[in-house]
T-cell receptor
Framework: SQQGEEDPQALSIQEGENATMNCSYK?????LQWYRQNSGRGLVHLIL?????REKHSGRLRVTLDTSKKSSSLLITASRAADTASYFC????????????FGQGTTLQVKP | EAGVAQSPRYKIIEKRQSVAFWCNPI?????LYWYQQILGQGPKLLIQ????????DSQLPKDRFSAERLKGVDSTLKIQPAKLEDSAVYLC?????????????FGPGTRLLVL
């Protein structure tokens, strides 16, 4: 089964609004990563948050991590039409290698 | 810096036929991954190479899938014979090392449709 589960599965907002996506995972982690996938394209790494971090920012992205609840959230502020994509969280599960286990993703549509 | 290259981008075959995908990772990246992404799902790792050695192939259906990275650079993934449920996008990714903190860079993927 997938290590990460995203919520909601789909999200539709207007340009300029904020978008929040949540991810839950099952096992202890070393870090948690978020990726973006535009339609028909490969995945692009957005941000990595380590297990000893609680919050991290990158431009309009804010990621939080709550290891006690085994959950993470990705906030995109002031969304743009170009943010329309699928967003995945990923962890390494119990692996000591680079193998990533992805959730099923949240599909975000930003309407102009 | 050139990204991860994959070919072909699209492939349509009939069940029981064979197919091969090619991946050229970012120069200098020792670790190479093949993921399968079924429509509506997240990618699932099929096989991971460190240079030309296999690190993890626990989820590779070895009765029909095979992969190699002979010289530790390019890699090919083969399916023989293909089944309907193999319809998916096959993503290749690479990273500089095997470390869990390393960013994985993904190619555009090969979209396979098995009829």
């Amino acid at each position: 089964s997938q290590q990460g589960e995203e919520d909601p599965q789909a999200l539709s907002i207007q340009e300029g609004e904020n978008a929040t996506m949540n991810c839950s995972y099952k096992t202890s982690i070393n870090n948690l990563q978020w990726y973006r996938q535009n339609s028909g394209r490969g995945l692009v790494h957005l941000i990595l948050i380590r297990s000893n971090e609680r919050e991290k920012h990158s431009g309009r992205l804010r990621v939080t991590l709550d290891t006690s609840k085994k959950s993470s959230s990705l906030l995109i502020t002031a969304s743009r039409a170009a943010d329309t994509a699928s967003y995945f969280c990923a962890t390494h599960g119990s692996s000591n290698t680079g193998k990533l286990i992805f959730g099923q993703g949240t599909t975000l549509q930003v309407k102009p | 810096e050139a990204g991860v290259a994959q070919s072909p981008r699209y492939k349509i075959i009939e069940k029981r036929q064979s197919v091969a995908f090619w991946c050229n990772p970012i120069s200098g990246h020792a670790t190479l991954y093949w993921y399968q992404q079924i429509l509506g799902q997240g990618p699932k790792l099929l096989i991971q190479f460190q240079n030309n050695g296999v690190v993890d192939d626990s989820q590779l259906p070895k009765d029909r899938f095979s992969a190699e990275r002979l010289k530790g650079v390019d890699s090919t993934l083969k399916i023989q014979p293909a089944k309907l449920e193999d319809s998916a996008v096959y993503l290749c990714a690479s990273s500089f090392t095997i470390d869990r903190l390393e960013t994985q860079y993904f190619g555009p993927g090969t979209r396979l449709l098995v009829l």
